[in-house]
């Protein structure tokens, strides 16, 4: 089983309210990823990250920010929720070096609703 | 059209049952290819991986991948209830430099196996 870790696992909150999503992985790896999924849909690439003080934007566009400061820690900070930004957030790492495929491991996510 | 597109079910069969699960792509590109099974309420998790064309086989589990077609199947043998979960295929190119980098998802398959 991957050792990463996303807390809190369920998260209600208010609009406007600013959030943090934690994500913690013990594996080693550099690169790590934030991933959207509704219900029913494919998981949609938000952020990710290659290593320590580098941060990329995936596919979706999202309001929401990261940062990797440590090469266990990505956060994931919402300044203002909103109700659209309901959604589960999913945390992955993965040991990908160039040559070998990009074989990500997921934590339990973060079920979020903002009302 | 969609880069990669998964039936997303339900498929609903009956215990001791061979299943077929697949996805068909559209990106020639694509060179690696993984299935991920995620229990409600949980993040994905790898159950397998091939590069290019061929079978392999894990226990009940056996990927295959027919490049030609650009379609991929997970079997899944002597089906329990316990195997009841949605199926992610999930497949990424290889960069210019060698490596692979980034996977694209497919919408997943409600599987329900029937005691």
Redesign the interface.
């Known amino acids: 089983?991957?050792d990463?870790y996303?807390t809190p696992r369920y998260l209600v909150i208010g609009t406007g309210k600013k959030i943090t999503l934690e994500c913690s992985q013990t594996m080693g790896h550099d690169k790590m990823y934030w991933y959207q999924q509704d219900p029913?849909?494919?998981?949609h690439?938000i952020h990710?990250s290659y290593g320590v003080n580098s941060t990329e934007k995936g596919d979706l566009s999202s309001e929401s920010t990261v940062s990797r400061i440590r090469t266990e820690h990505f956060p994931l900070t919402l300044e203002s929720a909103r109700p659209s930004h309901t959604s589960q957030y999913?945390?992955?790492s993965s040991d990908?070096?160039?040559?070998?495929?990009?074989?990500?491991?997921?934590?339990?996510?973060t079920?979020l609703t903002v009302l | 059209q969609k880069e990669v597109e998964q039936d997303p079910g339900p498929l609903s069969v009956p215990e001791g049952a061979i299943v077929s699960l697949n996805c068909t792509y559209s990106n020639s590109a694509f060179q690696y290819f993984m299935w991920y099974r995620q229990y409600s309420r949980k993040g994905p998790e790898l159950l397998m991986y091939t590069y290019s064309s061929g079978n392999k086989e894990d226990g009940r589990f056996t990927a295959q991948v027919d490049k030609s077609s650009k379609y991929i199947s997970l079997f899944i043998r002597d089906s329990q209830p316990s195997d009841s979960a949605t199926y992610l295929c999930a497949m990424s190119a290889l960069q210019s430099g060698g490596g692979a980098d980034g996977l694209t998802f497919g919408k997943g398959t409600h599987l329900i196996i029937q005691p």
Request: proline share 7%; hydrophobic share 30%; with cysteine.
């Open positions: 089983e991957a990463i996303q029913g849909m494919e998981l690439l990710y999913l945390c992955a990908w070096t160039s040559g070998s495929p990009d074989t990500q491991y997921f934590g339990p996510g079920r």
